[in-house]
């Protein structure tokens, strides 16, 4: 069982920067895979960084040069550092965990994202 809880969330501007925090309760280090989701209101769920395990990284193009993952291994953390934010990055951000290379099937609460225009 891993519990995930994020924080880092808030109100930005248009073009500034938030960094997201995802505190594991467990050792992170053989985990296969940890991710960063977002969910906008009407919208589904969609992933928007992953980083495996030997620390291969994953962005769709939305989001490809503006954020970037990162895992803190003797931290048990995962950050999302998002750089020139969009009013369309707004949503609610999860974290995942992918244990063992089955899917996501751990989830935080979530932490919620506003970009303002």
């Known amino acids: 069982q891993v519990q995930l809880v994020e924080s880092g969330g808030g109100l930005v501007q248009g073009g500034g920067s938030l960094r997201l925090s995802c505190a594991a309760s467990?050792?992170?280090?053989?985990?296969?895979?940890m991710g960063w989701y977002r969910q906008a209101p009407g919208k589904q769920r969609e992933l928007v960084a992953a980083i495996t395990s030997n620390g291969s990284t994953n962005y769709p193009d939305s989001v490809k040069g503006r954020f970037t993952i990162s895992r803190d291994n003797a931290k048990n953390t995962v950050y999302l550092q998002m750089n020139s934010l969009k009013p369309e990055d707004t949503a609610v951000y999860y974290c995942?965990?992918?244990?063992?290379?089955?899917?996501?099937?751990?989830w935080g609460q979530g932490t919620q994202v506003t970009v303002s225009s």
């Open positions: 467990g050792s992170i280090f053989s985990i296969n895979a």
């Open positions: 995942a965990a992918d244990p063992v290379g089955l899917g996501f099937e751990y």
